[in-house]
């Protein structure tokens, strides 16, 4: 079977099986190109004649649904300062454990491990990071190598690719950001496909952890806050400084730099913020000390009052009471920071928006975490998604 019939087998068999990821596949062009597997632009799919030749169709399945998801996510405008080849892996692994779970055959070659069942991108990454920086080594005397040798084999997995020689100029580079035209195309695409499968019975397994229908977007509001945050985060990988250790044991890996992210985050204990509010905005809370290993967080609790301030750095427990109940007024906050805290990068507010705001726009920025639309006099709005409202 020719490789244009199995790509077209492969786009019918994803719209019968799998209707929500063949609705998106359709949208791809396929053309064979010099690449090592396959690889997307937003518009076309380039494949390795000689990769899908030799590959079942399930394969082909697996490669058209695994593009459009990058796309539909939009990884590649998420990445904002990470390091490429980590971050790919990361989306990956998120993207492959998606669909595995909706019964897609997963390649020998492709990146999937169970452990990052029903995380995010973001949090896959960081977790990657601490385990490259943190976990590479093994100082056990009984090791003479000092060195654990299964950690070793993870890391050549998550090595960067190679650099080019000088013959390969013309291999197609990794996929850049969308245009702002290509990435609202996919969205439009991910609601009309999104509401057909609904219709059909077809929802994909897992959606609602990612999609979210706040505003005119179907955006993941946890994605957007920790898009947020990455544009403040000055910590990744270089390789100018390798790192000396692993190089010894004949690895090259890069050794990290950090400039420790300093935020504030307030959370509004008025009494028009329920338990089931509150507990959602500790929880995301942890998520971002876990998402972000070397961040400062100075916590203010508060009403219509500071009613408690805390700090804290990743990896300590929080510990931290909520008290409140009375009216909102969001000045309070805007004050402690001014008077007591060295400026933040970046103040995060958790409410339900309904307060006396400040009114003059403080030298930081300010994002208000929502719970429903709201128009604050400055900064942005991320509105949040309760469980209860992807059901």
Known sequence: ?????????????????????????????????????????????????????????????????????????????????????????????????????????IPQRANFEERFEGMYAEEIYARLKDEIRNEEYN????????????????????????ERQSGNDSLPLPPAELSPEVEQEWA??????????????SEPQGAERFFTRAGRHSIEWRSELHQAINRHLKSDYTFARPNKKAIANGIYLPSTY?????????????????????GLFTAELEALLLSFPDTRVDLLICDARIQGVYSFVSGEVLDFSVKGGGGTDFRPVFEYIEENILEPSLLIYFTDAKGAFPSSEPPYETIWVADGECSPPFGRTIVLQRKSDAD
């Open 1 to 105: 079977m020719s490789v244009e019939r199995k790509i077209t087998k492969a786009k019918t068999r994803l719209v019968v099986k799998h209707p929500y990821f063949g609705m998106l596949a359709s949208r791809l062009r396929c053309e064979s190109a010099d690449v090592e597997a396959f690889l997307s632009d937003g518009r076309t799919l380039q494949y390795s004649e000689a990769f899908f030749s030799q590959e079942p169709v399930e394969t082909i399945e697996f490669a058209l649904a695994n593009s459009v998801m990058h796309h539909v996510l939009s990884h590649e405008n998420r990445r904002m300062s990470r390091q490429g080849w980590l971050w790919q892996l990361a989306t990956d692994y998120a993207i492959n454990s998606m669909l595995k779970n909706n019964g897609f055959t």
């Open 139 to 162: 100082d056990d005397e009984s090791n003479e190598e000092g060195y654990n040798e299964q950690n070793k084999n993870r890391t050549k997995e998550q090595e960067p690719p190679k």
């Open 188 to 201: 439009r695409a991910m609601k009309e496909a999104l509401q057909k499968a609904k219709e059909q019975g």
């Open 258 to 278: 950090s400039e420790r992210l300093n935020i504030a985050v307030a959370i509004d204990s008025s009494g028009s913020v329920d338990d089931v509010l509150l």
